[in-house]
């Protein structure tokens, strides 16, 4: 199977490209010479996957993602419309070049975060409830908080960090930034700082990719570390925090949390985490906008473009991320 990453263009012969949305035929753009797109929609394939070549999955992709891959013997690159591949991680064959969606989400999941904070900040889960009940509860809940002076603590430093960085910078808070490695050049802190960085921050914001370094990272001592009060926000990926001990802490009341996401997910009814009235929950809906589809499938055109000429593709996935 020709490495797709290589130079030079694809042969004459007829390629396709399986998607997941009809509308993504038109949002996609030019398509090149010798490229049929076909979209994947039901159980049964559109077509002998013989050929299938280019190959973009539904954009939360339900089951065993080896076996539809299985059932794709010449594929050679894999665009996901998520910007978290960790689904995917080691679960690729050899020789298919495996691509995230990293850019497309920034704006939704930037907008979601800064929600969440204000949300809580503001007091707003508390007055929905009491409006719920009927209840003009100002005395229950005013005065409320303010999000300005509020220090803000980013793990996660990446393209969705720097989004939501520019969405909080007009509310005068003050910024720390984490990442895997540092960058002290741009101001950027290791992972290895985070215990001495968490007590001082009034809300932490989680941005990383799920791998096997950040399974688990939020654990009991992550937690202890966070000052009283501190709100936890979840925007990247449920088994990043260690669901027990996240309870535990939000049961004691000592600290907050808006979580997009959990672990196990989608949450079973029952679960403690549903009770809890310092916890903001949402159905993992921070990239779930409207605009998603234009965005993702106008980086599925320019991929699928730079494939058909043989040029390098972007957004590359790796082991280890």
Same mark, same amino acid.
């Given at each position: 199977m020709p490495? +797709?990453?290589?130079?030079?263009?694809?042969?004459?012969?007829?390629?396709?490209?399986?998607?997941?949305?009809?509308?993504?035929?038109?949002?996609?753009?030019?398509?090149?010479?010798?490229?049929?797109?076909?979209?994947?929609? @039901?159980? &049964?394939?559109?077509? @002998?996957?013989?050929?299938?070549?280019?190959?973009? +999955?539904? *954009?939360?992709?339900?089951?065993?993602?080896?076996?539809?891959?299985?059932?794709?013997?010449?594929?050679?690159?894999?665009?996901?419309?998520?910007?978290?591949? @960790? &689904?995917?991680?080691?679960?690729?064959?050899?020789?298919?070049?495996?691509?995230?969606?990293?850019?497309?989400?920034?704006?939704?999941?930037?907008?979601?975060?800064?929600?969440?904070?204000?949300?809580?900040?503001?007091? *707003?889960?508390?007055?929905? =409830?009491?409006?719920?009940?009927?209840?003009?509860?100002?005395?229950?809940?005013? +005065?409320?908080?303010?999000?300005?002076?509020?220090?803000?603590?980013?793990?996660?430093?990446?393209?969705i960090?720097?989004?939501? =960085?520019?969405?909080?910078?007009?509310?005068?808070?003050?910024?720390?930034?984490?990442?895997?490695? &540092?960058?002290?050049?741009?101001g950027v802190h290791a992972v290895d700082d985070l215990p001495r960085l968490l007590p001082a921050a009034d809300v932490v914001v989680l941005l990383v990719p799920l791998t096997e370094a950040t399974r688990g990272m939020v654990d009991e001592r992550f937690l202890a570390a966070m000052r009283n009060g501190a709100l936890l926000v979840n925007a990247a990926r449920g088994p990043v925090t260690r669901t027990d001990a996240l309870v535990a802490e939000l049961a004691s009341g000592r600290l907050r949390a808006a979580l997009d996401v959990t672990d196990p997910e989608p949450l079973p009814a029952g679960h403690p985490l549903w009770e809890l009235p310092n916890v903001l929950l949402t159905p993992h809906v921070a990239g779930s906008v409207r605009g998603l589809l234009p965005r993702a499938y106008r980086l599925v055109g320019e991929q699928l473009r730079r494939f058909a000429a043989g040029e390098p593709l972007v957004n590359t996935v790796v082991d280890g991320y």
């Open positions: 490495d +797709p990453t290589a130079s030079g263009p694809l042969s004459s012969a007829v390629v396709k490209v399986w998607i997941p949305h009809p509308t993504g035929v038109e949002l996609l753009g030019e398509v090149p010479s010798g490229v049929t797109v076909e979209p994947w929609t @039901d159980p &049964a394939p559109p077509s @002998d996957p013989a050929g299938v070549r280019f190959w973009v +999955p539904p *954009f939360l992709v339900a089951g065993d993602v080896t076996t539809m891959l299985e059932r794709l013997p010449d594929v050679a690159v894999v665009q996901l419309l998520s910007a978290g591949a @960790d &689904a995917w991680i080691g679960r690729v064959p050899g020789g298919v070049t495996l691509c995230d969606a990293r850019g497309v989400h920034d704006a939704g999941t930037a907008e979601w975060v800064v929600t969440a904070i204000l949300a809580h900040v503001r007091n *707003f889960p508390a007055m929905v =409830r009491a409006q719920a009940r009927g209840e003009w509860a100002f005395g229950d809940v005013a +005065p409320t908080d303010e999000l300005i002076g509020k220090r803000v603590l980013i793990v996660g430093a990446g393209s960090g720097a989004a939501v =960085r520019a969405r909080l910078a007009p509310f005068d808070v003050e910024f720390t930034l984490v990442a895997r490695t &540092a960058r002290p050049a741009e």
